[in-house]
């Protein structure tokens, strides 16, 4: 079974400095896709980026970027120019790509506070 | 905005009891899923449905089922709840077609205790 782990219960960072957010994972699998998801205290779970891990290519949208390591098993989110909107918990997740799985497997979230 | 709804937003019952979430889907989205989050964890995968039929379960025990109508809308029903059934209750919707990086679209979930 694949698992997911973040090892940062917490995270804090300035306004308009850099973060970044680490996450692990374990599969036996070579197909598979890596999210970022934010959940704000709204509840509702928002996509921030995704990784195809056939992709060799790390994944970038505006101002959130990841460092996709596949030997390692890393999947990590950087954040640039961290603003007040980002606060929030931060999930990674895992979901193969077989046909019929389409289940995401979280970790069990970083919260990410930002200072003015 | 996700364009999925779940309803109620809240509830509170006792253990024992039964409860129905709802959760409304965009057009078109023939597949949803339900996932339990307990407090400070991340959402765990409950089931998947596609096309009115379950295709897909997680680690959960019968007394967890659900039902999926031709409008794109989809319930949870929980049997004889217990404790430790508190937790946010997440569905996600997704478009059809290829096994790609279709993103799923989340509700915003319905908080449900038991007491």
């Known amino acids: 079974a694949q698992t997911v782990t973040q090892s940062q219960p917490e995270m804090s960072v300035q306004e308009a400095e850099t973060v970044t957010l680490s996450c692990t994972y374990d599969t036996s699998e070579s197909d598979y896709y890596l999210f970022w998801y934010k959940q704000p205290p709204s509840r509702q779970m928002i996509l921030v980026i995704r990784?195809?891990?056939?992709?060799?290519q790390n994944a970038t949208e505006n101002r959130f970027s990841v460092n996709f390591q596949k030997a390692a098993k890393s999947f990590s989110l950087k954040i640039s120019d961290s603003q007040l909107g980002d606060a929030a918990m931060y999930f990674c997740?895992?979901?193969?790509?077989?046909?019929?799985?389409?289940?995401?497997?979280f970790g069990q979230g970083t919260r990410l506070t930002i200072n003015p | 905005e996700t364009g999925v709804t779940q309803s109620p937003t809240h509830l509170i019952k006792t253990r024992g009891q039964q409860v129905t979430l709802r959760c409304s889907s965009q057009?078109?989205?023939?597949?949803v899923s339900w996932y339990q989050q307990a407090l400070g964890q991340g959402p765990q995968f409950i089931f998947q449905y596609y096309r009115e039929e379950e295709n897909g379960r997680g680690n959960f025990p019968p007394r967890f089922s659900g039902l999926q109508f031709p409008n794109y809308s989809s319930e949870l029903n929980v049997n004889a709840l217990e404790l430790d059934d508190s937790a946010l209750y997440l569905c996600?919707?997704?478009?059809?077609?290829?096994?790609?990086?279709?993103?799923?679209?989340f509700g915003p979930g319905t908080r449900l205790t038991v007491l």
């Open positions: 057009s078109g989205h023939n597949t």
């Open positions: 990784q195809e891990a056939y992709k060799q």
């Open positions: 997740a895992y979901r193969s790509a077989n046909q019929g799985a389409q289940k995401l497997v």
């Open positions: 996600a919707s997704r478009l059809p077609g290829l096994a790609g990086v279709n993103e799923q679209f």
